[in-house]
Protein backbone atom coordinates (compact mmCIF):
# COMPACT_ATOMS: atom_id res chain seq x y z
CA UNK A 1 0.00 0.00 0.00
CA UNK A 2 2.09 2.88 -1.28
CA UNK A 3 -0.11 5.76 -0.62
CA UNK A 4 0.62 8.57 1.60
CA UNK A 5 -0.19 12.34 2.63
CA UNK A 6 2.40 13.07 4.52
CA UNK A 7 5.42 15.18 3.90
CA UNK A 8 9.33 13.58 5.02
CA UNK A 9 9.96 15.38 8.50
CA UNK A 10 13.39 16.71 7.19
CA UNK A 11 11.33 18.71 4.29
CA UNK A 12 8.68 19.64 6.60
CA UNK A 13 11.38 21.55 8.42
CA UNK A 14 12.69 23.23 5.01
CA UNK A 15 9.06 24.06 4.19
CA UNK A 16 8.18 25.70 8.17
CA UNK A 17 11.47 27.41 7.43
CA UNK A 18 10.27 28.71 3.63
CA UNK A 19 6.72 29.38 5.35
CA UNK A 20 8.28 31.90 7.90
CA UNK A 21 11.36 33.48 5.28
CA UNK A 22 8.34 34.46 2.96
CA UNK A 23 6.73 35.98 5.36
CA UNK A 24 8.70 37.98 7.13
CA UNK A 25 11.65 38.61 4.73
CA UNK A 26 10.13 38.61 1.15
CA UNK A 27 6.54 39.15 1.30
CA UNK A 28 7.36 43.53 2.02
CA UNK A 29 8.85 42.99 -1.30
CA UNK A 30 5.79 43.01 -2.91
CA UNK A 31 4.86 46.02 -1.06
CA UNK A 32 7.98 47.75 -1.52
CA UNK A 33 8.28 47.21 -5.35
CA UNK A 34 5.26 45.12 -6.46
CA UNK A 35 5.92 45.36 -10.57
CA UNK A 36 9.68 45.33 -10.58
CA UNK A 37 10.26 41.54 -9.84
CA UNK A 38 11.67 41.61 -13.92
CA UNK A 39 13.69 44.25 -13.72
CA UNK A 40 17.20 43.76 -13.68
CA UNK A 41 18.66 45.04 -10.57
CA UNK A 42 20.63 47.75 -9.95
CA UNK A 43 23.75 47.48 -7.47
CA UNK A 44 21.55 48.69 -4.38
CA UNK A 45 18.65 46.72 -5.11
CA UNK A 46 21.06 43.79 -5.36
CA UNK A 47 22.35 44.27 -2.11
CA UNK A 48 18.83 43.60 -0.55
CA UNK A 49 18.04 40.54 -3.19
CA UNK A 50 21.27 38.28 -3.38
CA UNK A 51 21.33 38.65 0.68
CA UNK A 52 17.88 36.86 0.25
CA UNK A 53 18.65 34.22 -2.58
CA UNK A 54 22.18 33.45 -0.56
CA UNK A 55 20.10 32.17 2.43
CA UNK A 56 17.44 30.25 0.21
CA UNK A 57 20.30 29.00 -1.40
CA UNK A 58 21.97 27.74 2.57
CA UNK A 59 18.74 25.91 3.17
CA UNK A 60 19.25 24.00 -0.29
CA UNK A 61 15.76 25.27 -1.50
CA UNK A 62 16.91 27.37 -4.63
CA UNK A 63 15.50 25.91 -7.72
CA UNK A 64 15.08 22.69 -6.07
CA UNK A 65 12.79 21.12 -9.29
CA UNK A 66 16.36 20.76 -11.31
CA UNK A 67 18.82 18.64 -10.42
CA UNK A 68 22.30 19.04 -8.67
CA UNK A 69 23.93 19.21 -11.82
CA UNK A 70 22.39 22.55 -12.43
CA UNK A 71 22.17 23.56 -8.81
CA UNK A 72 19.30 22.56 -7.62
CA UNK A 73 18.71 19.54 -5.68
CA UNK A 74 16.37 17.18 -7.54
CA UNK A 75 13.76 17.32 -5.38
CA UNK A 76 11.30 16.94 -8.26
CA UNK A 77 7.60 18.38 -8.73
CA UNK A 78 5.60 17.06 -5.69
CA UNK A 79 8.22 18.86 -3.38
CA UNK A 80 8.71 22.24 -5.54
CA UNK A 81 4.62 21.84 -5.21
CA UNK A 82 4.79 22.38 -1.79
CA UNK A 83 7.03 24.71 -1.78
CA UNK A 84 5.36 26.46 -4.57
CA UNK A 85 2.26 26.65 -2.32
CA UNK A 86 3.96 28.95 0.10
CA UNK A 87 5.64 31.30 -2.63
CA UNK A 88 2.67 31.30 -4.70
CA UNK A 89 1.18 34.49 -2.23
CA UNK A 90 3.76 36.03 -2.57
CA UNK A 91 4.96 37.98 -5.71
CA UNK A 92 8.86 38.18 -5.57
CA UNK A 93 9.03 34.70 -3.76
CA UNK A 94 9.25 32.53 -6.97
CA UNK A 95 12.22 34.57 -7.67
CA UNK A 96 14.09 34.70 -4.68
CA UNK A 97 14.04 30.98 -4.27
CA UNK A 98 15.02 30.78 -8.50
CA UNK A 99 11.64 29.41 -9.76
CA UNK A 100 9.33 32.02 -11.49
CA UNK A 101 7.58 31.70 -14.49
CA UNK A 102 8.52 32.30 -17.52
CA UNK A 103 12.58 31.32 -16.73
CA UNK A 104 11.66 28.34 -14.93
CA UNK A 105 10.11 26.85 -18.13
CA UNK A 106 12.50 28.31 -20.56
CA UNK A 107 15.49 26.96 -18.48
CA UNK A 108 13.56 23.54 -18.73
CA UNK A 109 13.71 23.49 -22.27
CA UNK A 110 17.21 24.54 -22.39
CA UNK A 111 18.19 22.15 -20.09
CA UNK A 112 16.56 19.45 -21.57
CA UNK A 113 17.17 20.33 -25.61
CA UNK A 114 20.36 23.13 -25.24
CA UNK A 115 23.86 21.92 -26.58
CA UNK A 116 26.84 22.48 -24.11
CA UNK A 117 27.45 25.72 -25.13
CA UNK A 118 23.97 26.85 -25.29
CA UNK A 119 23.78 26.01 -21.38
CA UNK A 120 27.19 27.80 -20.51
CA UNK A 121 25.87 31.02 -22.18
CA UNK A 122 21.53 31.10 -21.33
CA UNK A 123 21.08 28.46 -18.86
CA UNK A 124 23.85 28.96 -16.19
CA UNK A 125 23.33 32.78 -15.66
CA UNK A 126 19.56 32.29 -16.13
CA UNK A 127 19.46 29.61 -13.17
CA UNK A 128 22.02 31.64 -11.26
CA UNK A 129 19.25 34.77 -11.73
CA UNK A 130 21.64 37.08 -13.68
CA UNK A 131 19.42 37.69 -16.34
CA UNK A 132 15.85 36.89 -17.60
CA UNK A 133 13.94 35.19 -20.88
CA UNK A 134 11.32 35.69 -22.39
CA UNK A 135 8.95 33.19 -24.28
CA UNK A 136 7.94 34.49 -28.04
CA UNK A 137 5.56 32.32 -29.07
CA UNK A 138 1.55 33.80 -29.87
CA UNK A 139 1.09 35.88 -32.64
CA UNK A 140 -1.38 38.87 -32.95
CA UNK A 141 -3.62 37.15 -35.25
CA UNK A 142 -2.90 33.31 -33.77
CA UNK A 143 -2.32 32.19 -30.37
CA UNK A 144 -3.98 28.74 -28.98
CA UNK A 145 -3.52 27.44 -32.78
CA UNK A 146 -0.01 27.22 -33.92
CA UNK A 147 -1.16 25.81 -37.09
CA UNK A 148 -1.65 29.32 -38.16
CA UNK A 149 1.25 30.88 -36.97
CA UNK A 150 3.07 32.73 -40.15
CA UNK A 151 6.23 34.42 -38.41
CA UNK A 152 9.30 32.01 -40.31
CA UNK A 153 13.16 31.40 -40.26
CA UNK A 154 14.68 31.13 -43.55
CA UNK A 155 18.11 29.44 -44.62
CA UNK A 156 20.84 32.19 -45.37
CA UNK A 157 24.03 30.09 -46.20
CA UNK A 158 24.74 28.68 -42.66
CA UNK A 159 22.71 31.55 -40.89
CA UNK A 160 18.96 31.79 -40.31
CA UNK A 161 16.93 34.69 -41.12
CA UNK A 162 13.77 35.54 -39.08
CA UNK A 163 10.88 37.23 -40.57
CA UNK A 164 7.05 38.54 -38.63
CA UNK A 165 5.59 39.80 -35.39
CA UNK A 166 4.71 38.23 -31.96
CA UNK A 167 2.69 39.03 -29.47
CA UNK A 168 2.63 38.99 -25.76
CA UNK A 169 6.12 37.74 -25.65
CA UNK A 170 6.30 38.64 -22.04
CA UNK A 171 9.11 40.49 -19.98
CA UNK A 172 11.10 41.01 -23.30
CA UNK A 173 11.37 44.38 -22.73
CA UNK A 174 13.91 43.04 -19.67
CA UNK A 175 15.03 39.59 -20.67
CA UNK A 176 18.47 38.97 -22.05
CA UNK A 177 17.59 36.69 -24.22
CA UNK A 178 13.92 35.19 -26.79
CA UNK A 179 12.87 32.02 -27.50
CA UNK A 180 11.12 32.03 -30.57
CA UNK A 181 9.12 29.76 -32.22
CA UNK A 182 9.18 29.83 -35.80
CA UNK A 183 8.33 27.90 -38.81
CA UNK A 184 10.97 26.65 -41.41
CA UNK A 185 9.35 24.29 -42.99
CA UNK A 186 5.69 25.49 -44.18
CA UNK A 187 5.80 22.46 -46.62
CA UNK A 188 4.88 19.83 -43.46
CA UNK A 189 2.33 21.27 -41.38
CA UNK A 190 3.01 23.41 -37.61
CA UNK A 191 3.52 20.39 -35.85
CA UNK A 192 6.75 19.33 -37.72
CA UNK A 193 7.76 22.32 -39.72
CA UNK A 194 8.58 24.89 -36.93
CA UNK A 195 11.73 25.25 -34.91
CA UNK A 196 12.72 27.18 -31.70
CA UNK A 197 15.76 29.61 -31.59
CA UNK A 198 17.08 31.40 -28.97
CA UNK A 199 18.09 34.62 -30.03
CA UNK A 200 19.46 37.34 -27.85
CA UNK A 201 17.28 40.49 -27.04
CA UNK A 202 19.89 42.96 -28.74
CA UNK A 203 20.13 41.29 -32.45
CA UNK A 204 19.66 43.77 -34.77
CA UNK A 205 15.80 43.53 -36.38
CA UNK A 206 14.53 42.52 -32.89
CA UNK A 207 11.78 45.53 -32.15
CA UNK A 208 9.89 45.89 -29.28
CA UNK A 209 6.85 48.11 -31.01
CA UNK A 210 4.42 48.06 -27.61
CA UNK A 211 4.35 46.73 -24.59
CA UNK A 212 1.15 45.92 -23.29
CA UNK A 213 -0.13 46.26 -20.25
CA UNK A 214 -2.89 44.29 -18.38
CA UNK A 215 -5.87 45.76 -16.94
CA UNK A 216 -4.96 48.87 -14.26
CA UNK A 217 -1.46 49.02 -15.97
CA UNK A 218 -0.64 52.18 -18.30
CA UNK A 219 -1.24 51.79 -22.04
CA UNK A 220 2.46 50.65 -23.02
CA UNK A 221 3.43 49.87 -19.14
CA UNK A 222 3.08 46.97 -19.15
CA UNK A 223 5.15 43.56 -20.11
CA UNK A 224 3.97 41.94 -22.62
CA UNK A 225 5.33 42.61 -26.54
CA UNK A 226 4.70 43.07 -29.42
CA UNK A 227 7.98 42.56 -31.33
CA UNK A 228 9.08 42.70 -34.82
CA UNK A 229 11.24 40.53 -35.77
CA UNK A 230 12.56 42.29 -39.03
CA UNK A 231 14.99 40.17 -40.78
CA UNK A 232 16.94 38.98 -37.67
CA UNK A 233 19.92 36.90 -38.70
CA UNK A 234 20.92 34.24 -36.10
CA UNK A 235 23.73 31.29 -36.64
CA UNK A 236 22.67 27.60 -36.92
CA UNK A 237 24.38 27.22 -33.69
CA UNK A 238 20.72 29.43 -32.19
CA UNK A 239 18.79 26.62 -33.00
CA UNK A 240 17.11 24.82 -29.64
CA UNK A 241 17.02 21.13 -30.65
CA UNK A 242 16.76 20.62 -34.10
CA UNK A 243 14.85 21.80 -37.15
CA UNK A 244 11.28 20.98 -36.41
CA UNK A 245 11.33 19.96 -33.43
CA UNK A 246 9.27 23.46 -31.65
CA UNK A 247 5.71 21.99 -31.05
CA UNK A 248 7.36 18.85 -29.37
CA UNK A 249 9.66 20.89 -27.32
CA UNK A 250 6.84 23.45 -26.53
CA UNK A 251 4.83 20.72 -25.08
CA UNK A 252 7.34 19.98 -22.60
CA UNK A 253 7.86 23.82 -21.78
CA UNK A 254 4.11 24.13 -21.80
CA UNK A 255 3.51 21.30 -19.55
CA UNK A 256 6.24 22.42 -16.74
CA UNK A 257 4.89 25.61 -16.55
CA UNK A 258 1.04 25.13 -16.40
CA UNK A 259 1.44 22.90 -13.52
CA UNK A 260 3.98 25.22 -12.07
CA UNK A 261 1.43 28.15 -12.14
CA UNK A 262 -1.53 26.02 -10.67
CA UNK A 263 0.81 25.29 -7.51
CA UNK A 264 1.12 29.18 -7.08
CA UNK A 265 -2.51 29.77 -7.28
CA UNK A 266 -2.85 27.31 -4.44
CA UNK A 267 -1.21 29.59 -2.00
CA UNK A 268 -2.89 32.56 -3.51
CA UNK A 269 -6.17 30.87 -3.02
CA UNK A 270 -5.25 29.73 0.53
CA UNK A 271 -4.46 33.06 1.31
CA UNK A 272 -7.77 34.18 0.13
CA UNK A 273 -9.66 32.00 2.44
CA UNK A 274 -7.56 33.00 5.05
CA UNK A 275 -8.66 36.68 4.20
CA UNK A 276 -11.66 35.69 4.23
CA UNK A 277 -12.29 33.70 7.88
CA UNK A 278 -10.28 35.87 9.41
CA UNK A 279 -12.81 38.87 8.00
CA UNK A 280 -16.00 36.43 8.92
CA UNK A 281 -14.84 36.20 12.97
CA UNK A 282 -13.59 39.95 13.05
CA UNK A 283 -16.71 41.51 11.55
CA UNK A 284 -20.51 41.63 13.40
CA UNK A 285 -23.72 43.01 11.71
CA UNK A 286 -27.03 42.16 12.21
CA UNK A 287 -26.84 40.63 15.67
CA UNK A 288 -24.15 38.24 15.07
CA UNK A 289 -20.62 38.00 13.30
CA UNK A 290 -20.27 37.38 10.10
CA UNK A 291 -18.88 33.80 10.64
CA UNK A 292 -22.43 32.50 12.03
CA UNK A 293 -24.57 33.57 8.98
CA UNK A 294 -25.50 30.47 6.95
CA UNK A 295 -24.43 32.56 3.50
CA UNK A 296 -20.71 33.60 4.76
CA UNK A 297 -20.60 29.61 6.52
CA UNK A 298 -21.40 28.36 2.99
CA UNK A 299 -18.85 30.71 1.11
CA UNK A 300 -15.91 28.99 3.74
CA UNK A 301 -17.33 25.46 3.28
CA UNK A 302 -17.54 26.00 -0.64
CA UNK A 303 -14.22 27.67 -0.59
CA UNK A 304 -12.75 25.31 1.25
CA UNK A 305 -13.64 22.08 -0.64
CA UNK A 306 -12.89 23.86 -3.86
CA UNK A 307 -9.04 24.51 -2.65
CA UNK A 308 -8.43 20.95 -1.11
CA UNK A 309 -9.55 18.91 -4.31
CA UNK A 310 -7.63 21.15 -6.24
CA UNK A 311 -5.20 21.23 -3.73
CA UNK A 312 -4.80 17.26 -4.01
CA UNK A 313 -5.38 17.05 -7.57
CA UNK A 314 -2.56 19.48 -8.12
CA UNK A 315 0.15 17.33 -5.79
CA UNK A 316 -1.22 14.14 -7.66
CA UNK A 317 -0.13 15.34 -10.82
CA UNK A 318 3.10 16.72 -9.79
CA UNK A 319 3.75 13.20 -8.30
CA UNK A 320 2.74 11.68 -11.41
CA UNK A 321 5.60 13.82 -13.64
CA UNK A 322 7.88 12.39 -11.44
CA UNK A 323 6.73 9.29 -11.78
CA UNK A 324 6.66 8.76 -15.02
CA UNK A 325 9.71 11.40 -16.29
CA UNK A 326 7.63 12.00 -19.52
CA UNK A 327 4.82 15.34 -19.63
CA UNK A 328 2.95 13.28 -22.73
CA UNK A 329 2.07 10.79 -19.87
CA UNK A 330 0.56 13.52 -17.95
CA UNK A 331 -0.87 15.52 -20.67
CA UNK A 332 -4.94 14.94 -19.47
CA UNK A 333 -4.12 15.70 -15.57
CA UNK A 334 -1.79 18.77 -16.61
CA UNK A 335 -4.87 20.49 -18.79
CA UNK A 336 -7.68 19.21 -16.36
CA UNK A 337 -5.33 21.09 -13.72
CA UNK A 338 -5.11 23.86 -15.80
CA UNK A 339 -9.43 24.07 -16.67
CA UNK A 340 -10.32 23.87 -12.54
CA UNK A 341 -7.82 26.68 -12.09
CA UNK A 342 -9.12 30.10 -12.69
CA UNK A 343 -12.33 29.09 -11.18
CA UNK A 344 -10.74 27.84 -8.18
CA UNK A 345 -9.00 31.05 -7.37
CA UNK A 346 -11.95 33.30 -8.96
CA UNK A 347 -14.19 31.82 -6.80
CA UNK A 348 -12.76 31.77 -3.65
CA UNK A 349 -11.45 35.34 -4.44
CA UNK A 350 -14.48 36.37 -4.99
CA UNK A 351 -16.35 35.33 -2.24
CA UNK A 352 -13.33 36.37 0.33
CA UNK A 353 -13.97 39.86 -1.68
CA UNK A 354 -18.09 40.40 -1.03
CA UNK A 355 -17.43 39.31 3.16
CA UNK A 356 -15.49 42.30 3.58
CA UNK A 357 -17.63 44.57 1.87
CA UNK A 358 -16.89 47.69 0.52
CA UNK A 359 -13.28 47.75 1.69
CA UNK A 360 -12.76 43.99 -0.62
CA UNK A 361 -13.19 45.80 -3.86
CA UNK A 362 -10.75 48.47 -3.04
CA UNK A 363 -6.99 48.77 -3.80
CA UNK A 364 -6.15 48.36 -0.37
CA UNK A 365 -7.12 44.66 -0.36
CA UNK A 366 -5.78 42.15 -2.68
CA UNK A 367 -8.86 40.34 -4.22
CA UNK A 368 -9.73 42.48 -7.15
CA UNK A 369 -6.04 41.74 -8.52
CA UNK A 370 -6.53 38.08 -7.49
CA UNK A 371 -9.61 37.81 -9.89
CA UNK A 372 -8.09 39.50 -12.57
CA UNK A 373 -4.82 37.15 -12.00
CA UNK A 374 -7.86 34.30 -12.36
CA UNK A 375 -8.93 35.51 -15.77
CA UNK A 376 -5.40 35.59 -16.91
CA UNK A 377 -4.88 32.08 -15.84
CA UNK A 378 -7.17 31.04 -18.35
CA UNK A 379 -5.91 32.38 -21.40
CA UNK A 380 -1.87 32.67 -20.43
CA UNK A 381 -0.53 28.66 -21.67
CA UNK A 382 -3.51 28.70 -23.99
CA UNK A 383 -7.16 29.47 -22.96
CA UNK A 384 -9.97 27.12 -20.64
CA UNK A 385 -11.79 26.07 -23.91
CA UNK A 386 -8.73 24.28 -25.53
CA UNK A 387 -7.26 22.60 -22.79
CA UNK A 388 -11.14 21.05 -21.95
CA UNK A 389 -10.92 19.67 -25.21
CA UNK A 390 -7.73 18.34 -24.75
CA UNK A 391 -8.91 16.33 -21.44
CA UNK A 392 -12.13 15.13 -23.46
CA UNK A 393 -10.20 13.70 -26.33
CA UNK A 394 -7.77 12.26 -23.47
CA UNK A 395 -10.28 10.77 -21.66
CA UNK A 396 -12.16 9.41 -24.04
CA UNK A 397 -9.43 7.44 -25.49
CA UNK A 398 -10.34 5.02 -22.97
CA UNK A 399 -13.80 4.49 -24.18
CA UNK A 400 -15.45 2.73 -27.21
CA UNK A 401 -19.13 3.14 -28.87
CA UNK A 402 -21.63 0.82 -28.19
CA UNK A 403 -21.52 -1.86 -30.32
CA UNK A 404 -25.21 -1.54 -31.52
CA UNK A 405 -28.29 1.29 -31.02
CA UNK A 406 -28.44 0.86 -27.24
CA UNK A 407 -25.87 2.18 -24.75
CA UNK A 408 -23.87 -0.92 -22.90
CA UNK A 409 -25.83 -0.07 -19.67
CA UNK A 410 -29.46 -0.35 -20.92
CA UNK A 411 -31.20 -1.44 -18.20
CA UNK A 412 -33.63 -3.84 -20.58
CA UNK A 413 -30.12 -5.39 -22.18
CA UNK A 414 -28.26 -5.77 -19.17
CA UNK A 415 -31.52 -7.73 -17.61
CA UNK A 416 -31.74 -10.08 -20.49
CA UNK A 417 -28.18 -10.88 -20.26
CA UNK A 418 -28.74 -11.44 -16.31
CA UNK A 419 -31.43 -13.55 -16.62
CA UNK A 420 -29.16 -15.59 -19.27
CA UNK A 421 -26.92 -15.92 -16.88
CA UNK A 422 -29.06 -17.24 -14.16
CA UNK A 423 -31.22 -19.35 -16.80
CA UNK A 424 -30.90 -22.64 -14.80
CA UNK A 425 -31.35 -21.28 -11.62
CA UNK A 426 -34.60 -19.76 -12.29
CA UNK A 427 -35.81 -22.45 -14.22
CA UNK A 428 -35.66 -23.90 -11.23
CA UNK A 429 -36.98 -21.26 -8.74
CA UNK A 430 -40.19 -20.79 -11.37
CA UNK A 431 -40.21 -24.67 -11.07
CA UNK A 432 -40.54 -24.67 -7.21
CA UNK A 433 -43.44 -22.46 -6.95
C1 LIG B 1 -0.70 37.50 -18.99
C2 LIG B 1 -0.40 36.72 -20.23
C3 LIG B 1 0.93 36.34 -20.47
C4 LIG B 1 1.25 35.67 -21.65
N1 LIG B 1 2.56 35.36 -21.88
C5 LIG B 1 2.91 34.82 -23.06
C6 LIG B 1 4.29 34.60 -23.37
O1 LIG B 1 5.18 34.88 -22.56
N2 LIG B 1 4.60 34.11 -24.58
C7 LIG B 1 3.65 33.82 -25.52
O2 LIG B 1 4.02 33.37 -26.60
N3 LIG B 1 2.33 34.00 -25.26
C8 LIG B 1 1.93 34.51 -24.06
N4 LIG B 1 0.61 34.73 -23.78
C9 LIG B 1 -0.39 34.48 -24.82
C10 LIG B 1 -1.27 33.28 -24.54
O3 LIG B 1 -0.55 32.09 -24.70
C11 LIG B 1 -2.46 33.41 -25.53
O4 LIG B 1 -3.20 34.53 -25.12
C12 LIG B 1 -3.33 32.19 -25.57
O5 LIG B 1 -2.66 31.10 -26.17
C13 LIG B 1 -4.62 32.48 -26.37
O6 LIG B 1 -4.32 33.04 -27.60
P1 LIG B 1 -5.10 34.35 -28.08
O7 LIG B 1 -4.97 35.37 -27.02
O8 LIG B 1 -4.60 34.71 -29.44
O9 LIG B 1 -6.59 33.92 -28.18
P2 LIG B 1 -7.30 33.16 -29.38
O10 LIG B 1 -6.49 32.03 -29.86
O11 LIG B 1 -7.75 34.18 -30.38
O12 LIG B 1 -8.58 32.62 -28.63
C14 LIG B 1 -9.59 33.54 -28.15
C15 LIG B 1 -10.71 32.77 -27.50
O13 LIG B 1 -11.33 31.93 -28.45
C16 LIG B 1 -11.77 30.74 -27.83
N5 LIG B 1 -11.09 29.62 -28.45
C17 LIG B 1 -9.86 29.61 -29.03
N6 LIG B 1 -9.57 28.39 -29.47
C18 LIG B 1 -10.61 27.59 -29.19
C19 LIG B 1 -10.90 26.22 -29.41
N7 LIG B 1 -10.01 25.41 -30.00
N8 LIG B 1 -12.08 25.74 -28.95
C20 LIG B 1 -12.98 26.56 -28.33
N9 LIG B 1 -12.75 27.87 -28.12
C21 LIG B 1 -11.59 28.38 -28.53
C22 LIG B 1 -11.44 30.88 -26.35
O14 LIG B 1 -12.53 31.45 -25.68
C23 LIG B 1 -10.27 31.84 -26.38
O15 LIG B 1 -10.08 32.52 -25.15
C24 LIG B 1 0.23 35.35 -22.59
C25 LIG B 1 -1.11 35.70 -22.33
C26 LIG B 1 -1.43 36.37 -21.17
C27 LIG B 1 -2.86 36.77 -20.93
Not at 44 to 65: E, F, S, Y
Not at 114 to 134: A, C
Request: hydrophobic share 40%; charged share 25%; aromatic share 10%.
Amino acid sequence: MAWDFETDPQFQRKLDWAEAFVREEVEPLDLIWPHEQFVPPDPPRRAVLDPLKQRVRDQGLWATHLGPDLGGQGYGQLKLALLNEILGRSSWAPMIFGCQAPDTGNAEIIAHFGTEEQKRRYLRPLLDGELFSSYSMTEPQAGADPTRFTTSAVRDGDDWIINGWKFFSSNAATAAFLIVMVVTDPDVGAYHGMSMFLVPTDTPGVRIERNVGLYGEPLDGGAHALIHYDNVRVADSALLGGAGQAFAIAQTRLGGGRIHHAMRTIGLARSALDMMCERALSRETAGSRLSDKQFVQGYIADSYAQLQQFRLFVLYTAWEIDKYNDYRKVRKDIAAVKVVMPTVLHDIAWRAMQVHGALGVTNEMPFFTMIHGAGVLGLADGPTEVHKGTVAKQVLRDYRPSEDLWPSQWIPKKLEAARAKFADYLEHEVGNQ
